[in-house]
């Protein structure tokens, strides 16, 4: 009897091991490196039902080929997000059916902040809450900061991007790509100091040196800081009021001959007993509604922003982003009409507007440490030029200064003005080769001296250096528009909205 007893033991425990066919089963899972915590629930998993998840850590921003069905190497994936490759593959039609995806659990990309450099930027606040806009006026100014993942390699990154910009667009919408014609996010960028191509190795990396003021990252990276013991003091979770993205981990089916065993995984993974666990031990959120929220996760997070619906979207995005270890700040060329029909409330208008993108409070446009302008004044000749890089309050100083000069003249000369923009465009790109070089022209009149427009795009001028052009006053629309397309650029029409306005959509244009 005991020896039976002992067989129909070992039958119960080889079937509760088992799929249908009577084999335990592995699977090969593309994962996201930041899964590497869900060892202890891998092998509940495993006991549970049977079936073993053989995890390859891949950054998942270079996994899209690895996902078409037919075309992957493995059988699942289990990946932060897979919105970007959803993306790509609605524009290739040789891709066939898309795979079965299901969501696990979320994770929204917030801020964990250093709690004095959270109550510094808090201050004045009468909500005392903060938005994206707020953390790029700071790191605009020098005051702010942060790590953040490469968006060209991490998810994280790129959906931090996603969200930041889409804050910067202002629509309340998904981004479109009109959205991101204009770089509004330079002054942010400068804050980005400390980098790594994945969450994980961001996390160390900010544990190891806390040399900045935060950390961008996901919300379960950054409890998970705050309770490994590796900080001087725990972070200050900051959720933007304008909105974050989430990251909500789909396992993905690459193998449908594998449907029975993914089934069985999903179903396991979303039960309320394995998200209560998943939740406790990863600090992931559940994304079945039965399950009580853990007291360290804030009940809400605030509004959810859009992800874009085209791919040409994201691409742009990581084009004007670029590598943020290897980043260097273009140039503008501001050319500006100081001719008499300026004198007045136009002229208070234009000082107004460089005052406007010189302070505090200009979020996402206003001129950051590090930039470089050169400053061209204009009539019938060239009044004054002059250079500038904006490294502290004196050079801004300098900058308005410049702008308030009364040095005017009778005749107005935009083309050969524009003309020597070009040549010192040309000066700057033969001096650094390969540096973004852009120029802003604003005029109130008819060009009535000097080349006119026909002599002016006859002329060579230097490659690749677009133009965007402001017409305020009575200027030849036509012309200034003519010129902008010509050159790459476009035209904003500052009597129908204001010049600070017009100045914000085309300053640093690329």
Known sequence: MKRLLTVLCCLLLVSAACTSGGQQVKLRVLASPELADLGPILADLRAE???????????????SAALIPGRAEHDLAWISTDRFFQLDFRQT?????RPLATKTMISPVVVGMTPAKAAELRRGKPDGKLSWADLADAAAGGSFRFAMANPATAS?????????????????AALRLEDVKCDKLQGFRTGHTVTADTSAALADRFAERQEVDAIIGYESTLLTLNGGG?????????????????????ILLLDPAKREAYDKVVSWVRSPATQKKLMEKTLRRPVVGDVGLDP???????????FPDDPAVVDKLLGDYADPAGWNPGRVIFVLDFSGS????????????????SESGGGFDRFYRGERLTVLRFGGKILGDREFTINGPRDLDALRAFIATDDFDGSTAVWSALGEAYAKAGAHRRAEPGQHVSIV????????AGQDIEEFLRAPRESGVHTYTIRFGEANRAELDRAAVATGGHLVDANSTSLLDAFKEIRGCR
Request: glycine share 12%.
């Open 441 to 448: 022209l604003m005029t109130d009149g008819e060009s009535n």
């Open 230 to 250: 590796r900080l001087k003091a725990p972070l200050e979770l900051v959720y933007p009021r304008d909105g974050i993205v989430q990251a909500e981990y789909p």
């Open 296 to 306: 360290r996760l804030p009940a809400s997070t605030g509004n959810s922003l859009y």
């Open 93 to 97: 039609a040789d891709k066939g059916e």
């Open 49 to 63: 039902t049977g079936i073993e998840l053989e995890m390859d850590f891949q950054g998942a921003l270079n996994t």
């Open 342 to 357: 300026m004198k007045g409330s136009r002229i208070a208008a234009l000082r107004a507007t460089f005052a406007g993108l």
């Open 156 to 172: 994280s990154g790129l959906i931090s991007l996603v969200g930041v910009a889409t804050a910067a667009a202002g629509t309340g």
